[in-house]
């Protein structure tokens, strides 16, 4: 299950029906949780320390595959991987985007089909292309 939050969706609505114009983010950020955040982008915990950063993946048409018959699915084009964990990252339960690699505003996350343990000396944790799907609907 995925969700836009409610800044992406203010972002969208005051572009589409106000004054305000919203710029293209430079970077779309991949991150990973251990605590899903709220829809105000509240109470999350993002994975830290232990060769942890974000991935930039976009925006480009190449880096995202389009929604099909309208269902509002965007998905990874191509494999999405992070570093090699060096320390234990934890309970990995979801992913989102940002536009920034460090703070910014989270524009929408993901709970994972499967939750994964990742701890230190394991294979880079990865998004094989197409399963990473952010729907907007």
């Not at 990865?126 to 609907?137: H, Q, T, V």
């Amino acid at each position: 299950m995925s969700a836009a939050t409610n800044a992406l969706e203010e972002l969208i609505g005051n572009h589409l029906l106000r004054t305000s114009s919203w710029p293209k983010p430079t970077g779309i950020y991949v991150a990973l949780f251990t605590t899903l955040p709220a829809e105000d982008g509240s109470g999350g915990v993002e994975v830290s320390g232990g060769n942890y950063a974000r991935v930039q993946n976009g925006p480009a048409d190449v880096d995202w595959d389009p929604p099909v018959s309208g269902n509002g699915e965007f998905s990874n084009a191509a494999a999405v991987v992070f570093a090699s964990p060096v320390a234990n990252w934890g309970n990995v339960i979801g992913a989102g985007i940002y536009d920034a690699s460090t703070g910014g505003v989270l524009l929408a996350c993901a709970t994972l089909d499967t939750a994964r343990n990742i701890v230190a000396g394991d294979p880079a944790p990865n998004f094989p292309a197409g399963s990473l799907k952010f729907i907007f609907s």
